[in-house]
């Protein structure tokens, strides 16, 4: 297994692949979250699966981000974690 730190490059290399989102099951307070890179047609449909309607949260995936998104809005310093890569 590989892991690399989140970062634009990074981002971008998986873009280029296809990826289009990353997913993790730890939660926002853990401080390096461990990410994988998933390709999926439709984002809206894939969070909606993933949502529990009754508890109001993410169910098995707890963190999710959008690679296109964290590369416009954010800084790097503001993202944590690893990519773990096959």
Known sequence: MIFKRVNYQ????????????LVSDHTTSDQTPIYFPIKVENVQSYVVRHFDRASE?????????????VMMKYDEEQVSGVIQLD
Request: aromatic share 4%; proline share 0%; glycine share 4%.
């Open 57 to 69: 949260k993410l169910s098995k995936t707890k963190l999710m981000l959008l690679i296109d998104e």
């Open 10 to 21: 990074i981002l971008s290399e998986l873009k280029a692949k296809g990826f289009n989102l």
